[in-house]
């Protein structure tokens, strides 16, 4: 096989493996699902998959990836995987801004399963 085609192929087989691996872009247009910003608004009507926003502090470790936050108007449960958590260390005096969404089951209060925290400088 000629080395120009068998390069061409090499590069094809790399591509192929390193594409589907790349992030993908998110819809960031209008919608009719508001984002919550508070604790209390979570609670008082829970929708579930409904974008979050929240201000606050995580008070306590509950169980593996589930911590008690609350943003001052009430408290939750929030579930943060570790490689979520920024660089710098997180405690219960730490301010810091979660997004995520929100998580409701038939037997249990919601949650709020977050995707991205932050440190509030």
């Known amino acids: ?21 790349a992030a993908q872009a998110a819809y960031v247009g209008p919608s009719v699902m508001k984002e919550k910003s508070s604790v209390r608004d979570v609670l008082d009507k829970p929708v579930d998959g409904q974008p979050v926003k929240l201000q ?8 593996k990836s589930l911590y008690l936050f609350s943003d001052g ?31 409701t089951g038939l037997k249990r209060p919601p949650k709020i399963e977050v995707e991205q925290i932050s440190i509030v400088q």
């Open 73 to 103: 108007s009430a408290e939750i449960t929030v579930e943060i995987d570790a490689e979520d958590f920024p660089r710098e260390p997180v405690d219960e005096n730490t301010e810091v801004l979660i997004s995520g969404e929100v998580d």
């Open 1 to 21: 096989m000629p080395r120009l085609l068998l390069s061409s192929i090499t590069l094809a087989a790399a591509l192929s493996f390193t594409l589907p691996l």
């Open 56 to 63: 606050g502090k995580l008070l306590r470790q509950t169980a």
